[in-house]
């Protein structure tokens, strides 16, 4: 089978990995990749938003499947440009995408098929929405219909700042993506990712993790696009997952299908563990970054026949995906100043030799090479220092020891990911 996988950070590294292992494969090919991805792909210098470009290449290279792994080409079309070119692409239609694409559309959704989520509002108009708020009682959580790279949403404590917020907001703070905002409920309690194949009809239930998203050590500081990651997460129990599938995940699959826009592809739910029962914060269209980095390392045996059920249909005639039991965790390394403004180009030595150790792969999110082939940092989340162990706590040593191999004095991670399953496991 030949395979195009779109995008260029860590979590396409990571897929690419794990599809270089599969006996199926006879090509790989990436666009744009990067240098890292170009260990295992060719890599061909077509940018994630030129659809045409990446309809052509699929065609040109008579490419059998396309793994998507960023949102913005999925909610642009580009499956739907792929599908009519007759090419199998893992990833959903540019309609079935608004669920992650637009909130506003995602919470009317969510109340016509009744899965558990906040209450919320919906406003165009700053007084409206300022109305709205007597409605509420504080934090009050904000958020920008549109997409704004996983930094969208804005939790207040007071009415003022709130109120503040709303005209940010709707004045252009997010641009476009913000013209419309969504007021909601806070929920408090702990947060869980968890994936899920679906061919359109079948869903399968395809890892759970648990991110970080606080640039600072315990949980604090501004929203990142995630810090740190591990899978199993101990919150997931089997009991949590069944009822997740059940009540949330299965309802937005069947009410997709129902709406004539079914879902191909890998539904991410971002849940949040209430007192009442797992609630959706959010789903997203495709695997999280980095979640994905930890469940690709899971993941046992080959993952193309899944992939390939996805796009083409026959998720049903599978097995249940197989885990390797060993939990995986990975320390994202970010340059100083993530996630404000920060410096490329910085030298970083000792990847190699953090890749050497065994159980770990460092998965390359946003790094070149200078003209000595040296790796420097090309962007914001930089590295994803992964590995695995008998218990979580191995492998938490094992990304650290890595991590302590590693120099590069212009970065930074933080150093307690997993805390909250190591404090209890
Ligand atoms: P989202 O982009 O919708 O996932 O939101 C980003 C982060 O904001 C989530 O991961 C949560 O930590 C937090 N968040 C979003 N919505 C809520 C909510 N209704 N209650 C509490 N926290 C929330
Ligand atoms: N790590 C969260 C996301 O990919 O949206």
């Known amino acids: 089978m030949k395979v195009l996988v779109i995008g260029?950070?860590?979590?396409?590294?990571?897929?690419?990995?794990?599809?270089s292992q599969s006996p199926l494969l006879t090509e790989l090919h990436a666009a744009p990749g990067s240098p890292a991805i170009a260990t295992l792909a060719t890599c061909h210098g077509v940018p994630v938003s030129d659809l045409d470009g990446l309809v052509d290449l699929a065609r040109q290279a008579a490419i059998d499947l396309v793994v998507v792994g960023p949102e913005n080409p999925l909610c642009d079309g580009l499956a739907d440009r792929l599908n009519a070119a007759g090419i199998a692409v893992f990833g959903p239609s540019e309609k079935a995408a608004r669920l992650e694409g637009s909130k506003a559309f995602a919470k009317d959704f969510y109340a016509r098929h009744n899965v558990p989520t906040a209450r919320y509002g919906t406003f165009s108009d700053a007084a409206e929405a300022k109305a709205f708020l007597d409605t509420m009682t504080p934090p009050y959580v904000l958020k920008a219909d549109g997409l704004a790279a996983g930094k969208g949403v804005v939790i207040v404590e007071s009415r003022s700042d709130a109120e503040e917020e709303i005209d940010a907001f709707l004045s252009g703070k997010f641009g476009e993506a913000s013209q419309t905002l969504v007021i909601e409920e806070f929920m408090s309690g702990e947060e869980v990712s968890i994936f899920a194949l679906c061919d359109g009809d079948t869903v399968m239930f395809c890892g759970a993790a648990q991110d970080h998203k606080r640039v600072g050590e315990g949980d604090t500081g501004l929203n990142t696009g995630g810090m740190g990651a591990y899978s199993p997460a101990p919150i997931a129990t089997p009991e949590l997952i069944e009822a997740a599938m059940q009540t949330i995940i299965e309802p937005v699959a069947r009410g997709l299908a129902a709406e004539g826009t079914p879902f191909r592809g890998v539904l991410f739910a971002g849940l949040m563990v209430t007192p009442d029962g797992p609630k959706t914060v959010e789903f997203n269209i495709r695997f999280g970054?980095?979640?994905?980095?930890?469940?690709?390392?899971?993941?046992?045996?080959?993952?193309?026949?899944?992939?390939?059920?996805?796009?083409?249909?026959?998720?049903?005639?599978?097995?249940?995906?197989?885990?390797?039991?060993?939990?995986?965790?990975?320390?994202?390394?970010?340059?100083?100043?993530?996630?404000g403004s920060y410096q490329k180009?910085?030298?970083?030595?000792?990847?190699?030799?953090?890749?050497?150790?065994?159980?770990?792969?460092?998965?390359?999110?946003?790094?070149?090479?200078?003209?000595?082939?040296?790796?420097?940092?090309?962007?914001?989340?930089?590295?994803?220092?992964?590995?695995?162990?008998?218990?979580?706590?191995?492998?938490?040593?094992?990304?650290?020891?890595?991590?302590?191999?590693?120099?590069?004095?212009?970065?930074?991670?933080?150093?307690?990911?997993?805390?909250?399953?190591?404090?209890?496991?």
Request: proline residues 5%; glycine residues 12%; negative net charge.
């Open 8 to 19: 260029s950070g860590g979590r396409e590294h990571a897929l690419a990995w794990k599809i």
């Open 345 to 425: 180009g910085s030298v970083i030595g000792g990847v190699d030799d953090a890749n050497a150790m065994q159980g770990v792969v460092v998965f390359e999110a946003g790094t070149a090479r200078d003209e000595a082939g040296q790796r420097t940092a090309s962007g914001g989340r930089v590295l994803n220092v992964t590995a695995t162990g008998e218990s979580l706590h191995y492998a938490a040593d094992r990304a650290y020891a890595a991590i302590d191999l590693i120099d590069w004095p212009d970065g930074f991670c933080r150093r307690d990911i997993g805390w909250r399953a190591l404090k209890t496991h």
């Open 289 to 339: 970054d980095p979640e994905c980095q930890v469940v690709m390392t899971r993941l046992a045996g080959d993952i193309l026949p899944y992939l390939k059920a996805c796009a083409s249909g026959g998720l049903a005639e599978l097995e249940p995906v197989n885990w390797s039991p060993d939990p995986a965790m990975t320390v994202v390394m970010a340059a100083n100043g993530y996630p």
